[in-house]
């Protein structure tokens, strides 16, 4: 996952770049700027940093994920039943 973040980010801020013609495309890159409190290395980013891929290993952390996939929305209340 983290290969395939930073290579769609390297692409998708190179285009973004590339074509300053286009009006949304600097829009975009403004959007995408850290502001100037965060200390990085990268000066913007595409993907959220609170997402991150985890490995399913046991019957019971399946019964976990998908008990929360499926209760979430209840919780955040766009549906009453999962």
Do not use: G
Not at 6 to 23: D, G, I, M, S, W
Not at 56 to 61: A, H, L, P
Request: hydrophobic letters at 35%; one cysteine or more.
């Amino acid at each position: 996952m983290q290969r395939l973040e930073a290579r769609t980010a390297k692409f998708v801020l190179k285009n973004l770049r590339h074509h300053p013609e286009f009006a949304w495309c600097q829009r975009m890159l403004n959007r995408l700027q850290l502001p100037p409190t965060v200390h990085h290395h990268a000066h913007h980013r595409v993907w959220q940093r609170r997402f991150y891929d985890f490995n399913v290993w046991s019957d019971r952390k399946i019964r976990e994920k998908l008990d929360y996939m499926h209760h979430n929305p209840v919780e955040r209340r766009p549906v009453e039943k999962p």
